[in-house]
């Protein structure tokens, strides 16, 4: 399994109309394969949407995009070109200790946080956090964490789901209080980042 993430930056005051165009889309572009999530930023980049496409490897996303964009009216992609400033795609390898994405009612708040590491150490990440995500899990749901085997710029995503601000504040003390999080890994992540998001209303996650 694999997993596209899809980050488009939008021109200021889009956001709705780009909404519109992309659900209108969506059911044809779901024929050939699901869509993991789509959220919106509310902190950090602003007017930045991230897609989030599971495939089962590389030859398959070819085959469905090639099926999606073919004929004289393709169901896919939607007509935002005008609408966005620029789009990055990452491929992505799930964490072994990961729930496959799916419908789910976990959010509405969501925390995406990406990290650089050294890319020889991501096996020893995975490890310990295999060996903590369980009781970090007690206190709210992980919506997903990806991994990428090579080195380079945001190496490592993992999603958190919350119920609101005042959640996510009152278990991320409570994790670090606790000692259960975050994973007592021996060396730190060059980089870190955050997002907080919210699903767009046709998000198979909300």
């Not at 200021?12 to 044809?28: A, I, M, N, Q, V």
């Not at 602003?46 to 398959?60: K, R, S, T």
């Not at 073919?70 to 939607?78: H, I, L, N, T, V």
């Not at 620029?86 to 799930?94: G, T």
Request: glycine content about 6%; aromatic content about 14%; some cysteine.
């Amino acid at each position: 399994m694999i997993y596209e993430i899809r980050t488009y930056n939008l021109k200021t005051g889009k956001l709705h109309e780009y909404w519109e165009r992309f659900s209108e889309k969506l059911p044809g572009r779901q024929e050939f394969s699901p869509l993991g999530g789509h959220w919106y930023t509310d902190i950090g980049p602003l007017n930045q949407m991230i897609a989030i496409w599971p495939y089962q490897d590389l030859a398959q996303r070819a085959e469905m995009r090639r099926q999606a964009e073919a004929g004289p009216e393709p169901k896919w992609p939607p007509n935002s070109a005008e609408l966005v400033i620029d789009m990055v795609s990452q491929i992505y390898l799930p964490a072994p200790f990961m729930q496959a994405l799916e419908p789910r009612q976990i959010g509405p708040l969501y925390e995406m946080r990406l990290y650089t590491y050294p890319a020889e150490v991501l096996p020893q990440v995975l490890e310990v956090w295999g060996e903590r995500i369980a009781a970090r899990q007690q206190l709210s749901p992980l919506a997903g964490c990806w991994y990428s085997e090579g080195g380079g710029l945001n190496n490592f995503v993992h999603m958190w789901a919350y119920e609101n601000y005042a959640e996510r504040q009152r278990i991320r003390e409570e994790a670090q209080s606790r000692g259960i999080w975050p994973p007592p890994l021996p060396f730190k992540a060059v980089k870190q980042e955050n997002k907080i998001l919210f699903p767009a209303p046709f998000s198979p996650m909300q």
